[in-house]
């Protein structure tokens, strides 16, 4: 009689489920940012970039601290690095844009005295329409942004002086246009200082575009 072995069966142990730590705190670090933009789109609070970056930043070293004893979290450790970088840098940043709102914005002037003291944002593209503006007098506009495009749109045959400056990026000053690291350019319509209506334009960026076109 031959007797048949049962071939013996090896179970590996089940091993425990590990949460994915660093993914659910870069997705809670970024619900916290998308939070942040819509109550401040919304005109709830007024938030910098500067602002929204360092809340994100205390929550990841927050993580990081609470966690520290599981394992290193490499992933966590580079997301706090990333994000402490970028709060630096719209901290020392020599530009007001930082101090603005997040999106895309169009402001339209028609007259002097719709033009504010300036106007700031902070990321996204800032439209300021002056194509129909009626001036008969001397007037300024200042005007930036951390990181995106800024552009001005001014009236044909108005006399426009315009100073403006990037950190990175390019500056188009109707058909002059440079681009590159620090960059400025300055631009002065002929018998700019002999007229009675004329219009000085203060433009800055931090990374990203300037441009002052003809509407």
């Known amino acids: 009689m031959t007797l048949t072995e049962k071939p013996t069966t090896v179970e590996t142990p089940v091993q425990p489920r590990r949460h994915p730590v660093a993914q659910l705190v870069a997705g809670g670090v970024i619900l916290i940012i998308g939070i942040l933009w819509l109550v401040e789109r919304?005109?709830?609070v007024?938030?910098?970039v500067t602002a929204v970056l360092g809340i994100a930043t205390m929550v990841t070293?927050?993580?990081?601290?609470?966690?520290?004893?599981?394992?290193?979290?490499?992933?966590?450790?580079?997301?706090g690095t990333v994000l402490g970088l970028f709060a630096?840098?719209?901290a020392l940043a020599p530009f007001e844009g930082f101090q603005g709102g997040i999106g895309d914005r169009?402001?339209?002037?028609?007259?002097?005295?719709?033009i504010s003291a300036d106007y700031n944002l902070a990321m996204g593209k800032l439209v300021i329409d002056l194509s129909n503006l009626d001036l008969d007098q001397m007037a300024r506009l200042d005007a930036s942004v951390g990181t995106g495009e800024l552009i001005v749109e001014v009236p044909d045959g108005l006399d426009v002086a315009v100073?403006?400056?990037a950190g990175a990026g390019q500056i188009a000053i109707f058909?002059?246009?440079i681009d590159g690291v620090g960059?400025?350019?300055?631009?002065?319509?002929?018998?700019?200082?002999?007229?009675?209506?004329?219009?000085?334009l203060d433009l800055e960026v931090f990374t990203g575009r300037v441009e002052v076109r003809n509407g």
């Open 88 to 90: 630096t840098l719209t």
């Open 106 to 114: 169009t402001i339209v002037i028609d007259s002097v005295d719709e």
């Open 61 to 79: 070293g927050i993580a990081l601290m609470i966690l520290a004893r599981e394992s290193a979290h490499v992933g966590l450790i580079i997301l």
């Open 163 to 165: 100073e403006a400056r």
């Open 175 to 177: 058909d002059q246009v």
């Open 183 to 200: 960059v400025e350019n300055s631009y002065e319509t002929p018998g700019y200082d002999d007229a009675s209506a004329r219009l000085h």
């Open 42 to 44: 919304l005109g709830w």
């Open 46 to 48: 007024d938030l910098s």
